[in-house]
């Protein structure tokens, strides 16, 4: 039975949870302007507001969480491209950088880029930690500090080895590596019972993927929380030094018009979480304070090139796990603050996504897609932050009031964009490819590792001529213990307004130089029970201490939206059952 038909056996935990009561108001539907009161008010439902949510919720804080997306669940998630990155992404799915030089994926729903990541789940580095330490005066964010709230996480979200044998796709990385002497790893997965699709980009459509949507977002309504959709935040409203309320606009059922309807929250506390370019776009709005200028700068990316490989067999790239190999040999054998350096991974490939990233036109980009399932990809996310020379973009806004991303490619990452595309292309001529094509708009298919590497030695790398893309956006609220060097400090409070937070990926003071999902999970979740504490004066969630008991049942499980969705039969690498959440609950 095909996923995308069988919604009548896969129970959908929003639907179940609409119909438990939980307090949900789609802004398209309102007829008046609204107001609304809460403890604390979280922007953004992804991975850091999600997190949070969640927290305040668990200490007993009354909380709104306001999203600018749609609530969509897997009775919607039809494993449909054309469907998916319109309903799901921001910009559907095309949003650019100003100069229109780098494709950008972030999410754009109830649940934010977790509901359409591709669930790779990396620690935080413990080089990145160590930058931050000594360049940042984050003198807590240590690796033993961190531990216990990663870990925590990694049990709420089910995050743990996958043991299935990688997709064609992943494998060749993974042989082509070997030949060269070139290790890999397996990546982490944040997946319960996973099917095994492929599909993770257009939303999981057996509520597998552990996602914001089906674990934080569901526990947070369960305790009482109001989730305002179609709800885009226009400004915080500052009086004496606080934020006194936030504004927001009402969207349209489409989520491209305002409808003329305002929505205003009050609360004791704000915690702005709608991922890097809109949180800072929203605090530039808003006037917030920025007395050293740092508001929207060094916004990174992990600016990612591509290269196509052309095998005998088919690939198949759009089936199975989409990421589950990976090689950080190219970060490992150069110095954080050296050469850039490149996380090596394997992308998913849909007919869509493949076709609009892929350069030429006509006859030959015709010809290429007639081979698509022969057609493998490789990735290489490049390490910006820790060099003079990769120092970021810049967040500012547009004539409309929009946060636009402007980040210029220095010569020091165009060279380290060569020497990627030829370690991929080297990685896939020894994984016996028939010919390599670099994503460049003039290169050409290259039958030989020697013709590959003298020709990409000697392409232009060029804004525009260089395909560039990212999913991967941090920064632009810098954590830093000074606040001449950053935005906020290192339990997330905005430098200067009492009453702000900031607990999303824009409190990356660099890249993570990994998947950045689940350093923002650790990262929120300890920030967030800080903060819960400093609200009720009382202990908060927190990881249990080391050999203490499991958590009581009354905490939640890796599905708490409703019953375990129930293991395709025969699938492998199915899940035995949902993970109790390690937590020491408030008092």
């Known amino acids: 039975m095909n996923a995308a038909t069988s919604s009548n056996v896969i129970p959908d935990p929003i639907v179940a949870g609409l119909a438990r009561g939980w307090k949900v108001v789609d802004c398209a539907t309102l007829d008046l302007d609204r107001g609304f009161e809460a403890d604390v008010v979280v922007i953004g439902s992804g991975a850091g507001g999600g997190v949070t949510a969640e927290m305040l919720a668990l200490a007993g804080l009354t909380v709104i969480i306001m999203e600018e997306g749609a609530l969509k669940s897997s009775s919607d998630f039809k494993m449909r491209e054309a469907d998916?990155?319109?309903?799901?992404?921001?910009?559907?799915?095309?949003?650019?950088?100003?100069?229109?030089?780098?494709?950008?994926?972030?999410?754009?729903?109830?649940?934010?880029?977790?509901?359409?990541?591709?669930?790779?789940?990396?620690?935080?580095?413990?080089?990145?930690?160590?930058y931050w330490q000594r360049q940042f005066g984050l003198a807590d964010y240590t690796q033993e500090a961190l531990a216990p709230w990663f870990g925590m996480m990694e049990q709420r979200l089910h995050i743990a080895p996958w043991d299935v044998p990688p997709n064609e796709n992943n494998d060749l990385l993974r042989r082509g590596a070997a030949r060269l002497g070139i290790p890999t790893a397996a990546i982490r997965r944040n997946v319960n019972g996973c099917w095994n699709l492929g599909y993770c980009g257009m939303g999981c459509p057996t509520n597998a993927k552990q996602s914001m949507l089906v674990t934080t977002i569901p526990s947070a309504l369960d305790r009482g929380a109001t989730l305002l959709t179609r709800a885009r935040a226009e400004r915080l409203v500052f009086?004496?030094?606080?934020?006194?309320?936030?504004?927001?606009?009402?969207?349209?059922?489409?989520?491209?018009?305002?409808?003329?309807?305002?929505?205003?929250?009050?609360?004791?506390?704000?915690?702005?979480?709608?991922?890097?370019?809109?949180?800072?776009?929203?605090?530039?709005?808003?006037?917030?304070?920025?007395?050293?200028?740092?508001?929207?700068k060094r916004t990174f990316l992990h600016p990612t090139i591509i290269s196509s490989g052309l095998f005998e067999q088919r690939v198949d790239g759009y089936a199975g796990a989409p990421q589950s190999i990976y090689s950080d040999h190219f970060l490992e054998t150069?110095?954080?603050?050296?050469?850039?350096?490149?996380?090596?991974?394997?992308?998913?490939?849909?007919?869509?996504?493949?076709?609009?990233?892929?350069?030429?036109?006509?006859?030959?980009?015709?010809?290429?897609?007639?081979?698509?399932?022969?057609?493998?990809?490789?990735?290489?996310?490049?390490?910006?932050?820790?060099?003079?020379?990769?120092?970021?973009?810049?967040?500012?806004?547009?004539?409309?009031?929009?946060?636009?991303?402007?980040?210029?490619?220095?010569?020091?990452?165009?060279?380290?964009?060569?020497?990627?595309?030829?370690?991929?292309?080297?990685?896939?001529?020894?994984?016996g490819a028939r010919s390599v094509l670099p994503v460049h708009e003039l290169a050409q298919s290259y039958t030989s590792w020697t013709r590959a590497r003298q020709a990409i030695n000697a392409l232009p790398f060029k804004n525009l001529l260089m395909r560039v893309v990212s999913a991967h956006v941090m920064g632009g609220c810098g954590m830093a213990a000074d606040p001449r060097r950053g935005v906020v400090d290192g339990d997330g409070r905005y430098h200067g307004v009492a009453n702000l937070s900031v607990h999303d990926g824009s409190l990356f003071p660099t890249s993570i130089g990994a998947n950045p999902q689940l350093s923002i999970y650790g990262i929120t979740a300890r920030l967030a029970s800080g903060l819960a504490e400093r609200l009720t004066g009382k202990a908060a969630p927190r990881p249990a201490p080391a050999g203490s008991p499991a958590a009581p049942a009354a905490l939640p499980t890796a599905e708490p939206a409703g019953a375990p969705v129930a293991a395709h039969a025969g699938t492998p690498g199915a899940a035995a059952g949902p993970a109790r959440f390690p937590l020491t609950r408030a008092a």
């Open 84 to 130: 998916a990155y319109p309903a799901l992404y921001q910009e559907a799915g095309a949003r650019k950088t100003r100069d229109k030089g780098i494709n950008i994926l972030q999410g754009r729903t109830v649940g934010g880029s977790t509901t359409v990541n591709w669930t790779s789940s990396f620690r935080t580095p413990p080089a990145t930690l160590g």
């Open 239 to 296: 009086k004496n030094g606080r934020v006194d309320h936030v504004v927001a606009t009402a969207l349209s059922a489409d989520g491209l018009a305002p409808t003329g309807r305002r929505v205003t929250v009050r609360a004791r506390h704000y915690v702005v979480a709608g991922g890097a370019i809109n949180t800072p776009g929203l605090l530039l709005r808003s006037g917030a304070p920025d007395p050293y200028g740092l508001l929207g």
């Open 334 to 431: 150069q110095a954080i603050d050296g050469a850039a350096g490149y996380k090596l991974e394997a992308p998913p490939l849909h007919p869509l996504l493949l076709s609009t990233t892929m350069a030429g036109f006509g006859e030959e980009h015709a010809a290429m897609m007639r081979q698509f399932t022969h057609v493998q990809g490789l990735l290489a996310l490049l390490r910006d932050g820790f060099h003079g020379e990769a120092q970021g973009g810049s967040v500012a806004l547009d004539s409309r009031g929009a946060p636009v991303l402007d980040y210029r490619i220095t010569p020091f990452l165009w060279d380290g964009m060569r020497r990627g595309l030829l370690s991929m292309a080297e990685i896939q001529f020894a994984a």
